[in-house]
């Protein structure tokens, strides 16, 4: 996932670990007038994709005998209900060409994002997103035609045991979402809009990762260097007002220039939404989101409402910063930078691998040793080159380690990034281990539970290893703008979503002008009057990846919720709680993500994970403004 929160960067000193400020990484040194190419980094930083393909060339050749092999799945049409062993050889074939499908798309699109300028893997990215349109469309009478078997034919297909056993899941869900389910013609038609579909999402995708540059801006020191996303998040850390209002200006100015383009991009996303939703019967996109995993609309209600109900303890920590800064008018780039002097050390890649190793032991030895394992078997592309996509962010395939990608700038958010995005890895990768290929993936709204849970066992790590006056305080501060970035702005961007679907559901229509008016209301109720909201600081909304995957940033609010109560269990040794822990990795999709979690121990139809996580937050703020007074 490439990870979109924005809290402040740093550094601190820890119990057991010499953490040394340090002025260059091994890779490069800063400041640099340009971002190093690909070829100037030291191969051990850079991931290693033989395990989704040896080459191009061997992945030319397999991606050509899979296309070939699609047509082979239609001599089953018609004859799903005449055998369960007809209908397991036929998923079984299905789930085979749609793995190999997968993880051929997947080496194509990390080679994209090595360099998203190069021709070459814009085009083997598009070939294989084209591959996977054809599969569907072959695949396309699958479903419809389960759903014509009659429930009790079906029932006696379980019944007979064998390898139809393995679709037992898969066939009751189905069962449940037969009314969803269109003809064989129309859900051809459906496959083969995929494409057009994701259009808005590639449109974005090379517009803000290969085609937008931001210009010059002037670091600390007065050097004028060129600035990137990674650079513009490390420059809003900078304790110089102007730095930060040059990099904030710049950055923004960049995207001035596309806004019809992008107002415009993003309403054709969700008219695509509206689309697909109503083309299955759903009366709204969010039943369409959330019915695909049985998972309650009340969930999401739940959370919007618990948050703005609640948005008192995020209004405060606000006004603490405009207090203590002595500032007539706060705005938007005050937020991030660190209050405390003298803990703006930074990590190396090295020092940041082992905080983060002795960080998450509470999970077990056997996890920190297969975390060990994943941090230094090249499952990461580490350093920010030119055309390399932005953030970060974890993939996968069932028949193949899982992939990390960085953008590393020495920081402790980044250090925050690495432990989570490993979350990711580790779920995947104990999964893989213990889930056949047809249950190896995760619901979205499990995905962000393990890396959010492993951003808050490093937390607390660092909370309880100072002692330290400034170090505590930096701590806190950063635990505290984790929850702002995790949940609140979750929250916020959730609502937001809900917003411009119930616009074009209810017949309206959108334009850039209404996005940013609904982004901008809604940025100062969640941030209180004691933010100003510039004019032209509302572009925020059209220039954040995630809403091109409807409903997706929820889970990351969902998640966390969840992830709190989890790391908490884990960390005061509750019996069992590790277990549970580890067992909650090892599932992928063989049940729905609510009684997953439920088998954890958290029961996500009720409010009290968002009101724990509530609760938290407000006892944190109340710590840091007694730290402040304290100086």
């Known amino acids: 996932m490439k990870s979109m929160q924005h809290v402040h960067r740093g550094i601190l000193s820890t119990l057991g670990i010499l953490l040394v400020f340090v002025l260059a990484s091994s890779a490069f040194a800063e400041p640099l007038q340009e971002i190093p190419t690909r070829d100037q980094i030291d191969d051990k930083y850079k991931w290693d994709l033989t395990a989704f393909s040896p080459s191009d060339s061997a992945w030319e050749t397999e991606i050509a005998t899979l296309a070939e092999a699609l047509p082979s799945l239609a001599k089953y049409e018609g004859k799903l209900g005449t055998s369960a062993d007809v209908l397991a050889e036929c998923l079984t074939v299905s789930d085979s060409l749609q793995a190999d499908i997968h993880r051929l798309y997947v ?54 045991g064998g390898p139809i056993e393995l679709y037992r899941f898969y066939l009751e869900d189905i069962v449940r979402r037969k009314a969803h389910i269109m003809s064989p013609e129309v859900e051809r038609v459906l496959a083969l809009s995929r494409d057009v579909v994701q259009g808005p ?7 803000d990762d290969a085609d937008i540059t931001y210009g010059t801006v002037h670091d600390e020191d007065g050097n004028e260097i060129e600035l990137t996303k990674e650079r ?6 900078s304790k110089n007002r102007k730095v930060r209002k040059e990099a904030s200006d710049t950055y923004n100015a960049a995207y001035d220039k596309y806004l019809n383009t992008m107002g415009a991009t993003l309403a054709a996303s969700v008219n695509a939404d509206v689309f697909q939703a109503r ?10 989101s959330l019915d695909a995993n049985n998972i309650p609309t009340s969930v999401f209600h739940n959370l919007i409402k618990a948050v703005t109900d609640n948005l008192e303890p995020l209004h405060k920590y606000v006004s603490l910063r405009k207090k203590y800064l002595g500032y007539d008018t706060l705005f938007a780039y005050d937020m991030w930078f660190p209050l405390v002097e003298g803990v703006d050390k930074e990590y190396t890649f090295e020092e940041a691998k082992e905080l983060v190793l002795q960080a998450l032991k ?14 230094n078997s090249r499952w990461i592309d580490v350093y920010e080159t030119q055309g390399k996509g932005s953030g970060g962010y974890s993939w996968c395939s069932y028949d193949a380690h899982p992939i990390v990608l960085l953008n590393w700038n020495k920081s402790l958010t980044h250090v925050y990034t690495l432990a989570h995005e490993m979350g990711h890895a580790l779920h995947s990768y104990y999964t893989n281990k213990n889930e056949p290929g047809t249950y190896s993936g995760h619901s979205l709204f499990c995905a962000e539970v393990a890396s959010t849970c492993n951003e808050s066992i490093f937390a607390r790590h660092l909370l309880d290893n100072t002692a330290d006056h400034a170090e505590r305080m930096y701590i806190l501060e950063n635990y505290i703008q984790q929850i702002i970035g995790t949940f609140y702005s979750q929250a916020m961007f959730s609502e937001f979503e809900l917003m411009i679907h119930e616009t074009v559901e209810n017949g309206g229509a959108l334009t850039t002008e209404s996005m940013r008016k609904m982004y901008r209301d809604l940025y100062q109720k969640y941030y209180g009057p004691e933010m100003f909201v510039e004019e032209g600081k509302d572009i925020g909304c059209l220039r954040i990846s995630h809403f091109y995957r409807q409903y997706y940033v929820y889970q990351y609010a969902t998640s966390y919720a969840a992830s709190q109560v989890l790391s908490k269990k884990i960390l005061d040794g509750e019996p069992g709680a590790r277990e549970a822990y580890l067992k909650f990795i090892s599932t992928g999709t063989s049940d729905y993500p609510v009684n997953i979690l439920k088998k954890a121990g958290i029961d996500m139809t009720t409010t009290e994970p968002f009101a724990n996580v509530i609760q938290i937050f407000s006892g944190l703020v109340d710590e840091y403004e007694k730290e402040l007074q304290n100086q």
């Open 279 to 288: 083309a299955r019967g759903y009366e709204t996109c969010l039943d369409a």
């Open 107 to 160: 080496y194509a699109n990390l080679k994209r994002d090595e360099d998203n300028r190069v021709s070459k893997y814009q085009e083997m990215s598009q070939r294989s997103s084209a591959v996977y349109g054809q599969f569907y469309q072959y695949a396309a009478f699958i479903e419809p035609e389960i759903t014509a078997i009659p429930d009790e034919t079906i029932t006696s297909f379980l019944s007979s």
């Open 232 to 237: 513009y998040s490390k420059l809003s850390d």
């Open 362 to 375: 509470p999970l077990g030895k056997e996890y920190v040793k297969n975390l060990d394992m994943g941090m």
């Open 201 to 207: 999402q590639n449109i974005f995708t090379m517009l």
